[in-house]
């Protein structure tokens, strides 16, 4: 066993839920009320995600013949991918760094893994709208099926190991509650847990598939995903666009705008849930040294992959930067920068920032308005090439400005997926009791000169 020591403060002290009963009674309480700040939610979320579902059936109803009524459908589908399916990340990649700390904020993201219900049925119309690969670059070297078998594939198994990670998560917690549940709720809880007794062999299966499999699975199933939306998507579709920075580029991006809109839900469960002694601000600043590592990543790739493209001088690629870059798409190319980067960066870069959760809260707000902006200008431009078989680009597409229907999608879209979080939150508990009350197992607070500080063994 290994020790480490954590200042603990008075405050802390007193947040702290003392047994594994009293953490029990409190989440199992705040799990079963439903405020009307919940209930609003719901309603507006619902209202909303109406108008979207609307807006993606006379969209549907246009057909597919112009590609370029899809751009925005494609920028929103890959916003939600790179969002809202980019969250459990988060507590995949503590699982395996054996992170004690992450043990509050840790079913917060696996929740977000929930969305998949909704990005499976949202690819459909994104593979539709996929040209045929005759004539077209693409990554693929005629293997048989391509694209659109192993897109297919691909855009399948993310949700299904998403929600396998989930439910691996959750399992425990199930059973606890349905052994505190009366009625209606009693039986299908029994259902989702039948199985579950606590036995050493089933912890011992669980964490196992938890933290080993079904975790590392996800990451590896959610990095290819990226690179297939990126290589088949965009890239394939803008002739004389040749990149092999840029699918690395997108996948970090993706793991930015994750992490970005985990700090956000985990400081609305914080103020909203009442969960001020689950969630500390030393998840907040935890994450915040992650944040702006992949800050600076983003930088890091994409000079990358300009420099390149800016430095060869190449007629087609010089096309190619005005599509995406410095052309009809500069305003998007500009906000994503900014927004991504620049200011993020020289924000978070402070400390009182980092320590501070609403501060954390408004760098992770401008990273998910630049990562749209970012997906607007890569997808918006490249589905608005009318000849993506061509050798090379023959002109800069005009500016697609999106209509009336394309805002219901956007903001029906990302309100349908945070009215999925928000119930999968109604049954299962949104602070993980399991790994909180584990958690106790391996610490103890002891004196230490005129303070006290937290023992905290990881075992090996």
């Not at 439910?167 to 209606?184: K, M, Q, T, W």
């Amino acid at each position: 066993m290994q020790q480490t020591h954590r200042p603990h403060t008075d405050e802390r002290l007193s947040q702290t839920p003392a047994t594994p009963q009293k953490i029990t009674r409190d989440i199992l309480d705040r799990y079963q009320r439903t405020g009307s700040t919940f209930r609003m939610a719901v309603l507006v979320l619902g209202i909303l995600s109406l108008l979207g579902l609307v807006g993606i059936g006379i969209r549907l109803a246009g057909g597919f013949e112009h590609r370029a009524a899809w751009g925005y459908y494609a920028a929103t589908y890959v916003f939600i991918m790179s969002t809202f399916q980019g969250a459990p990340l988060a507590a995949v990649a503590t699982r395996l760094a054996r992170g004690d700390w992450r043990r509050g904020f840790t079913r917060v993201a696996d929740l977000f893994a929930v969305t998949g219900l909704l990005t499976l049925p949202m690819f459909i119309p994104m593979l539709l709208a996929l040209p045929p690969l005759e004539g077209r670059r693409s990554v693929w070297m005629g293997w048989p099926g391509a694209p659109y078998l192993y897109d297919t594939v691909a855009m399948i198994l993310l949700p299904i190991v998403g929600l396998g990670l989930l439910y691996a998560s959750a399992l425990p917690d199930l059973a606890v509650v349905r052994d505190h549940a009366r009625g209606a709720r009693a039986r299908w809880l029994t259902g989702l847990a039948a199985t579950w007794a606590g036995t050493p062999r089933q912890w011992r299966v669980a964490k196992q598939a938890l933290f080993y499999l079904l975790g590392p699975f996800y990451l590896m199933m959610f990095v290819f995903a990226h690179f297939l939306l990126a290589a088949d998507f965009s890239m394939a579709l803008v002739p004389g666009w040749i990149d092999a920075i840029y699918p690395a580029f997108h996948a970090v991006t993706a793991l930015q705008a994750g992490l970005a809109t985990l700090i956000i839900a985990m400081a609305l469960v914080r103020r909203f849930g009442g969960c001020e002694q689950y969630i500390h601000m030393e998840h907040f600043w935890g994450l915040s040294k992650l944040l702006l590592a992949l800050t600076l990543m983003f930088f890091y790739h994409w000079w990358s992959s300009f420099i390149i493209l800016w430095y060869g001088k190449k007629p087609n690629e010089q096309l190619v930067l005005q599509t995406l870059m410095f052309g009809p798409y500069f305003v998007p190319f500009a906000l994503g920068w900014l927004f991504s980067f620049f200011l993020p960066f020289f924000t978070i870069i402070w400390n009182p920032v980092r320590k501070s959760i609403t501060g954390m809260v408004i760098v992770a707000s401008m990273i998910l308005v630049g990562n749209f902006f970012d997906r607007v200008r890569l997808y918006v431009s490249a589905f608005s090439i009318e000849n993506p078989a061509a050798h090379q680009l023959e002109q800069v597409p005009p500016f697609t400005a999106p209509d009336l229907v394309d805002i219901m999608i956007i903001v029906g879209s990302i309100s349908l997926a945070a009215l999925l979080y928000l119930l999968a939150a109604r049954v299962i508990p949104v602070i993980a009791l399991w790994e909180v009350k584990e958690g106790l197992l391996y610490r103890v607070v002891r004196p230490f000169y005129r303070g006290h500080v937290t023992v905290i063994a990881k075992p090996d």
